[in-house]
């Protein structure tokens, strides 16, 4: 029962995750009115003495600390005996000694420990690929912008970068992969529900425009990484190998996919008990933009942008270096890379940003 | 709700906490028979469906993966449909990425995860000077070698570096700093453990033989430290107030402290539901020494015993430094010091070691 999520996949550690996502914070705030629903359907009543949440893909979880804050103290207004536990899942990897100090006061963040009485924060290693805590016995489950990862990278994409470019074949099956890892997710928390539990999950998707992250009307963000790697490629500075392996392993699902496991009832997430209460796709504004538009500052604008798009996917693009080249060369060019990319926002920033553009969904275990 | 224990108090991080104390691997080995017997006596039943146990003051858990293998699969056998969760404490400071690594088979040590089936490691980052676990939540808890560390220092003592060493006043500070953690440690797993449930703690103490961690006849481990402390402070090596502040913030208990708030029908221990099923003392020789004995080589002797040592007390020792020495100075200082131990060994082997001297309890929530 090893993680099978890919190994290269790191989000940033030592609390910079949260320092770097602003925006991630944002889309979890924004996400926090339907969590809070969601509690209000628990059942809770006066007399209830336990309640299990789960954070899953957590990260360091500093983005989620006023959401979860707000979750509790819900909890123990709609039952003031509760006694509550937090479970901050991610896959080992993960930096745990930054998620536990955060939760455990010992950074700048403002840890909901301490203030909310009776409640207790658990860690796990348990990738949302894998059953995190015994069948049936979360109240609640709560993801943000974590389930776009695969389990496996499928197949490296021709002339691009990321799913989101890629064509015929390659985009079948990621799109494939897609599926049979979204089926895995919600079957196994089908299990760790109890019945009359809610999930709400808020991940990346491609909306009904045909809009996504850093995809909403300006430059699309996904073609400039491959722009810089194709121009990369074109100097000589990597090999075709190593452009070539530089697929991000990610899949962006639209309505209908995340949809149809949970309103077909000949499919085995329906039977098993998950149902769609309701989804909605929501634009988070990039924050760097934002501040941009307002005060027209770029420097500040490309040193905030930079950061928050090589805080995800850095690992990744590192790993597809030839791991031959001396790890100074491949760090160096990891720095050219996104150095190249603060050079164009500097040089024009309009258009640039990463907006997110979400689906939220409320899931139920009948 | 932050750690109440000493910050300065962090074993080594890493896995190097597990790889250089096989003796406290060889502790919990020799306590496992009993954790054994206090499961068969929690009532399980082949209809059981969940088990839930705790390693409190866990560090890298690599000592305890057997022991807890053990139990897990105890479990399964008294209840062949039980889903078990194993909750793995220790204070926020401890190296987390470590413990988890560990768990989730990621090092050269041989987890229990993915072997034994439906059961979950968590973590947790309260000590056990805090409520880890909403009430009743544990069948079983676990500690071993760790409940000697005080919540805080109660003073420093003269003329010596640990409580062994104390005398009149200084001495009885630190036995009713003792008795207060002793009681608060106590309270708190009343609250943990749901009624019918067992503990087994395994700590340090003092024997009815007055032996005691590292002085079992041969030389006395904590007089060899503060020989070579006081040295550095003749020398001038050391001032007077570091000297002073070398004091280990440890409490090594009788028996009959052991023993007390546990029969005693007027305290709050008994009352609040905790009785002492059994106590017995056990010595578990220094595995380094033990072979020293066998091979003669008095190098590996040194090379092993050296580093045990130092990995429960650099920290205290280098935080007794003068944090106006430049950082190099005071690694040099701690470096000389662990040097010097080193020499006085290969110089002379005879008597040197770190035998372990345990009270091994088994205590019942009624």
């Known amino acids: 029962m090893t993680s099978k999520q890919a190994d290269n996949v790191t989000m940033s550690g030592g609390g910079v995750y949260s320092l770097a996502t602003r925006g991630a914070k944002d889309v979890i705030d924004a996400a926090t009115p339907r969590v809070l629903e969601a509690v209000n359907q628990l059942g809770l009543s006066p007399a209830s003495e336990r309640f299990t949440m789960a954070d899953m893909g957590c990260a360091d979880g500093g983005t989620s600390l006023d959401m979860v804050r707000g979750v509790l103290g819900r909890v123990r207004e709609l039952s003031p005996a509760v006694q509550s536990t937090v479970i901050y899942a991610d896959q080992p990897g993960n930096d745990y000694n930054a998620l536990v100090g955060i939760l455990h006061g010992r950074t700048r963040f403002h840890s909901w420990l301490g203030e909310i009485e009776q409640a207790w924060p658990v860690f796990s290693g348990s990738s949302f690929y894998l059953q995190c805590v015994p069948d049936g016995m979360l109240d609640l489950a709560f993801s943000a912008t974590a389930m776009h990862w695969l389990s496996t990278l499928p197949c490296n994409i021709t002339g691009h970068v990321h799913m989101v470019g890629a064509t015929d074949g390659e985009a079948e099956t990621f799109a494939n992969q897609g599926r049979r890892d979204w089926e895995s997710i919600l079957m196994l928390r089908a299990r760790e ?174």
Do not use: K
């Not at 149809?260 to 909605?280: F, N």
């Open 193 to 366: 529900l109890r019945p009359g539990g809610r999930m709400v999950l808020v991940n990346f998707c491609r909306d009904e425009s045909g809009r996504y992250l850093g995809n909403t009307g300006g430059v699309n963000m996904f073609d400039t990484f491959n722009r810089i790697w194709q121009s990369f490629l074109a100097d000589g500075r990597i090999r075709e190998d190593e452009y070539h392996r530089m697929t991000l392993p990610q899949y962006y699902r639209t309505m209908e996919e995340f949809s149809e496991p949970l309103v077909d009832p000949d499919s085995a997430c329906h039977r098993a008990g998950l149902r769609l209460d309701s989804i909605e796709t929501r634009v988070v504004p990039c924050p760097y933009a934002e501040q941009f538009r307002r005060d027209g500052d770029v420097g500040t604008f490309a040193d905030g942008l930079i950061p928050t798009v090589r805080s995800w996917n850095q690992s990744i693009f590192a790993a597809g270096l030839d791991p031959a080249r001396p790890a100074e060369e491949r760090a160096g060019l990891i720095e050219e890379f996104y150095g190249a990319y603060h050079r164009l926002v500097l040089d024009d920033p309009r258009g640039h940003g990463m907006d997110y553009v979400h689906a939220h969904m409320t899931i139920s275990r009948v």
